[in-house]
């Protein structure tokens, strides 16, 4: 028996790293999985394993910054398997070269749109997409994926001024949506180790700020993903979990 | 198969209350409990309870503010069950403990040095009773029950929020000592629960409803999935963190 039998939760940004891990965890505790990722053969990918696993999940290509293609998402998820219980919003932009790793002047306008599109509108019309249903429910579970560094202040601007609207969107989102039984939290991770085409080596920097010295992987994130898509966490909403080793302290 | 199993839990204030329920909770998901209580026999009587439904639990008699006793707690619970794997810091002079609300200035001094007595230095001493055998095994995982009227600085109890913010800044620089040696140590802030109490009214606790996006009264057992989370391995990689789970009054 799983954390979380029956749920059907969608992951966004599922088929790689980070969502990826949660995807793979909450199919082990027994979820139903929608892969939402732009990279539609990757998410396949990703569902297929699962299959093989003995787990169950599909994959819908998705771009989350688009209106259109969030409310299809919804669509087809309903259509499959009638019902939606949780929303993970992981899907962002957070690499090169999409993210330029400079000071406010070197990063353009257009930049700056492309990040505040995917990373904040988003999981906004993620969220738009799914609360009809989960309100009509009336039960939800809602995690947004922030990042450390809006606490520690060390990114771009870009990148932290998105990760910040996203704890904002929590808190705010989280009183709206009360009487209906839907929880919003978001999880803030220090800097993973989840891009495939670099090794550990590369993620050592932040180690030595950390409580526990060594570097995070996406399997650090699961547990806490899979805490706040369960009713463990049913009377908890509105919250910012930093896991990230102990580095940021909320 | 529990998320907890093979774990020695060591609750505070166990025998009641929101520590009860924590203890019942790990029992459930396969942990050893030892409710350490300042009330002995409620302690006992409650381990008692969890033996006849199947669970390991010992029931002590501990005053959480002295050192000698917290050792003994240790002691006591390294004979019985040989190990510890977790601490919750719960034991507090809180809602189910008589004390003044008032305005600072009639603040009893010598209550405001026993609420920090219990409240504060109380987590100092179990933590500092559990810690060399923690290092020992390499692993460790410590909960300090602080408060949300830390955030929002609730007037009258001034006592007893200084205490409680002092549990937090406790919890920031005990995980970054004790994280090299596996340590977790972490925080979290109830609202104003409904642990059964002769002197207040279930009314009382539904003042604070209208501050919560999920609006209804907070009952001890909302606070267990975040106590079994934090004990369990699922969260080795958080530390230092403190959550509020209070159904959305504080947004922290």
Known sequence: MGKLDERVIIVTGGAQGIGRAFSMRFAEEGARVVIADINGPAAEKTAAEIGEAGGEAIAVPTDVSDHESTEAMAQAVLEKWGRIDGLVNNAAVFQRPQITRGTVEEITAEEWDRVMAVNVRGPFLCCRAVLPHMKARGYGKIVNISSGTFFSGRSSTQYVASKGAVVGMTRTL????????????????????????????????????????????????????VFLMSSDSDFMTGQTMIVDGGAALN | MGRLDDRVIIVTGGAAGIGRAFADGFVR??????????????????????RQAGGQALGLTVDVSDQAQTETMVAETLSRFGK????????????????????LEEIPLDEFDRMLAVNLKGVFLCSRAVLPHMKEQG????????????????????????????VIAFTRVLAREAGPSGIR???????????ETEEHSLEEFAVRIPNRAIKRIEVPEDLVGAGIFFMSAESDFISGQTLAVDGGVVVH
């Open chain 1, 174 to 225: 989280s009183r709206e949506v009360g009487d209906f039984n839907i929880t919003v939290n978001s999880i803030a991770p220090g800097s993973t180790a989840s891009d495939p085409e670099r090794d550990e080596s590369n993620y050592q920097g932040r180690v030595p700020d950390r409580s526990i010295k060594r570097v995070e992987r996406p399997e650090d994130l699961a547990g806490a993903g």
């Open chain 2, 29 to 50: 998901e396969g942990a050893s409990v030892v409710l350490a209580d300042i009330n002995g026999e409620q302690a006992e009587r409650s381990a008692e309870e969890i």
């Open chain 2, 84 to 103: 510890v794997t977790g601490l919750v810091n719960n034991a507090a002079i809180a809602i189910r403990v008589r004390h003044t609300r008032a305005p």
């Open chain 2, 139 to 166: 692993y460790g995982k410590i909960i300090n029950m602080s408060s949300g009227t830390f955030f929002n600085g609730r007037e009258n109890l001034v006592h007893y929020v200084a205490s409680k913010g002092g």
């Open chain 2, 185 to 195: 140590v972490n925080s979290i802030a109830p609202g104003l629960t409904a642990s």
